[in-house]
């Protein structure tokens, strides 16, 4: 029983004190790798802490299904809720489905494929850098540079043009950061509804004009999908488009605003990138492994199952699966709490997952994280942290979302 500290695991805004919520799940991982956690208002869960135990979770991916809820809703379970969503992502499916609509896109998504996309990445990174020099000695890291570089590799990868990058924007803080006041809607109650009807809007065009003329981009793929021979319904179409655009965008956004601050806590690890630029292929783990991004996902017990840590989880049940925890795990990473960009280890950490859900987009993301850093530091001379750090209250996806920094260039 994990009593008053399972909080940490729901509310949104335990996630904004970074160094409290780590403590608690160093003491939980202490006493446990899987905790049972009962709050009076909330649905009750299992919390998996520990690296392996979370492997062996996602491994039985026929027992512990994504569907019904698969992220923990502030509110409590969704099921209902999520009856009502037109749009079914991968995120929510399991077994053949899955397997079938993951195979549409997953090409495309191989190290190899990425790879030709390293000039265009890379032309993002030097444009996002220039905008930094072009501000002067000081700016906001999380809202001027990270938020926006992702976004716009996103919209080169589906082939939409700049104008539609205010409301991309919009769709995907206003959907991931959920638990978050600055980033919610006004007004609105059905905010997920609506932010789902915005997309709709914005990928229809696009549908079409891909269908008609093809590209090598990925909306096309997504646009001419077909399973067993046959297009895919235009939901279905839609959920790829949204889960792309959100779950490419916030989740790099935050590894990147994320791992500069870390370098620039522990400014040891930035002069070490500033001496060697080639360390900075394997800081792109460790920075992922530190900060976190994406801090859980959900699973559902489809049977009783019992654990190697000998829990027997209950059919019907609900597991949280807590990558930020994980990936402190003092059983496989060495000083867990030392940020280190030359660790030889960082890529077992589980922030992109594992299994059969394992992050799609993983390798675009490992390309935008080293593309942007190898930049900083070759043309950047000092920096430092110019006030204090604000983190997004969100229990999905969270980082920096005002992070203060004064710095000069080289030459
Ligand atoms: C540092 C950045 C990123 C992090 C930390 C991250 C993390 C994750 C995690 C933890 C999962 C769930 C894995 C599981 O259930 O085992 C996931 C799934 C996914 N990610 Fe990422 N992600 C990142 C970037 C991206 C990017 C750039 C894209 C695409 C452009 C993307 C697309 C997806 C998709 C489509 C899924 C669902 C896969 C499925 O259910 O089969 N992600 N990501």
Redesign the pocket.
């Given at each position: 029983m994990a009593d008053e500290r399972g909080r940490i695991f729901i509310d949104p805004a335990a996630y904004q004190d970074f160094d409290r919520w780590h403590a608690i799940a160093a003491e939980l991982r202490a006493e446990g790798l899987v905790h049972r956690v009962e709050l009076p208002d909330r649905d009750p869960f299992w919390a998996i802490v520990g690296l392996p135990e979370i492997m062996e979770v996602?491994k039985n991916s026929d027992v512990f299904t994504n569907a019904p809820d698969p992220v923990m809703n502030p509110k409590g379970r969704m099921t209902e809720e999520r009856e009502e969503s037109p749009v079914n992502t991968?995120?929510q499916m399991d077994g053949d489905e899955?397997k079938a609509h993951?195979a549409l896109v997953n090409e495309w998504f191989k190290p190899g494929e990425v790879k030709k996309l390293a000039d265009q990445v890379g032309i993002q990174a030097t444009r996002s850098v220039d905008e930094m020099q072009r501000l002067g000695g000081s700016c906001d890291f999380a809202a001027d540079i990270a938020m926006n570089y992702?976004l716009r590799v996103?919209l080169d990868i589906l082939g939409l043009p700049e104008e539609e990058f205010p409301k991309m924007l919009r769709l995907t803080q206003e959907l991931f950061g959920d638990g978050d006041p600055d980033f919610q809607r006004a007004g609105e109650d059905d905010q997920a509804m609506a932010v789902i009807m915005d997309v709709i809007t914005l990928f229809t065009g696009l549908n079409a004009e891909r269908r008609e003329n093809p590209t090598t981009d990925l909306a096309t793929v997504i646009a001419n999908g077909q399973i067993d021979g046959k297009p895919l319904e235009d939901m279905d179409t839609y959920g790829y488009y949204l889960?792309?655009a959100t779950?490419?965008h916030d989740?790099?956004s935050n590894?990147v605003a994320g791992g500069m601050q870390a370098l620039l806590e522990h400014k040891s690890e930035w002069e070490k990138l500033q001496a060697d630029p080639a360390l900075v292929d394997g800081a792109a783990d460790e920075i992922?492994r530190w900060v976190s991004?994406?801090k859980h996902?959900m699973r559902t017990a489809q049977q009783d199952y019992t654990l190697a840590s000998g829990h027997t989880i209950p059919k019907g049940d609900w597991l949280l699966l807590s990558?930020q925890s994980a990936n402190r795990d003092e059983r496989v990473f060495e000083d867990p709490f030392r940020f280190d960009v030359t660790r030889p280890d960082s890529d077992r950490h589980l922030?992109?997952?594992?299994?059969?859900?394992?992050?799609?987009?993983?390798h675009?993301?490992r390309l935008e994280?080293r593309a942007i850093f190898k930049e900083l530091v070759a043309r950047v001379g000092d920096i430092d942290l110019a006030g204090t750090t604000e983190l997004t209250a969100s229990v999905l996806v969270n980082g920096p979302k005002r992070m203060p920094v004064t710095y000069s260039f080289k030459g």
């Amino acid at each position: 029983m994990a009593d008053e500290r399972g909080r940490i695991f729901i509310d949104p805004a335990a996630y904004q004190d970074f160094d409290r919520w780590h403590a608690i799940a160093a003491e939980l991982r202490a006493e446990g790798l899987v905790h049972r956690v009962e709050l009076p208002d909330r649905d009750p869960f299992w919390a998996i802490v520990g690296l392996p135990e979370i492997m062996e979770v996602e491994k039985n991916s026929d027992v512990f299904t994504n569907a019904p809820d698969p992220v923990m809703n502030p509110k409590g379970r969704m099921t209902e809720e999520r009856e009502e969503s037109p749009v079914n992502t991968l995120i929510q499916m399991d077994g053949d489905e899955h397997k079938a609509h993951r195979a549409l896109v997953n090409e495309w998504f191989k190290p190899g494929e990425v790879k030709k996309l390293a000039d265009q990445v890379g032309i993002q990174a030097t444009r996002s850098v220039d905008e930094m020099q072009r501000l002067g000695g000081s700016c906001d890291f999380a809202a001027d540079i990270a938020m926006n570089y992702p976004l716009r590799v996103i919209l080169d990868i589906l082939g939409l043009p700049e104008e539609e990058f205010p409301k991309m924007l919009r769709l995907t803080q206003e959907l991931f950061g959920d638990g978050d006041p600055d980033f919610q809607r006004a007004g609105e109650d059905d905010q997920a509804m609506a932010v789902i009807m915005d997309v709709i809007t914005l990928f229809t065009g696009l549908n079409a004009e891909r269908r008609e003329n093809p590209t090598t981009d990925l909306a096309t793929v997504i646009a001419n999908g077909q399973i067993d021979g046959k297009p895919l319904e235009d939901m279905d179409t839609y959920g790829y488009y949204l889960i792309v655009a959100t779950a490419g965008h916030d989740t790099t956004s935050n590894a990147v605003a994320g791992g500069m601050q870390a370098l620039l806590e522990h400014k040891s690890e930035w002069e070490k990138l500033q001496a060697d630029p080639a360390l900075v292929d394997g800081a792109a783990d460790e920075i992922v492994r530190w900060v976190s991004p994406v801090k859980h996902f959900m699973r559902t017990a489809q049977q009783d199952y019992t654990l190697a840590s000998g829990h027997t989880i209950p059919k019907g049940d609900w597991l949280l699966l807590s990558y930020q925890s994980a990936n402190r795990d003092e059983r496989v990473f060495e000083d867990p709490f030392r940020f280190d960009v030359t660790r030889p280890d960082s890529d077992r950490h589980l922030g992109f997952g594992f299994g059969r859900h394992y992050c799609l987009g993983a390798h675009l993301a490992r390309l935008e994280i080293r593309a942007i850093f190898k930049e900083l530091v070759a043309r950047v001379g000092d920096i430092d942290l110019a006030g204090t750090t604000e983190l997004t209250a969100s229990v999905l996806v969270n980082g920096p979302k005002r992070m203060p920094v004064t710095y000069s260039f080289k030459g």
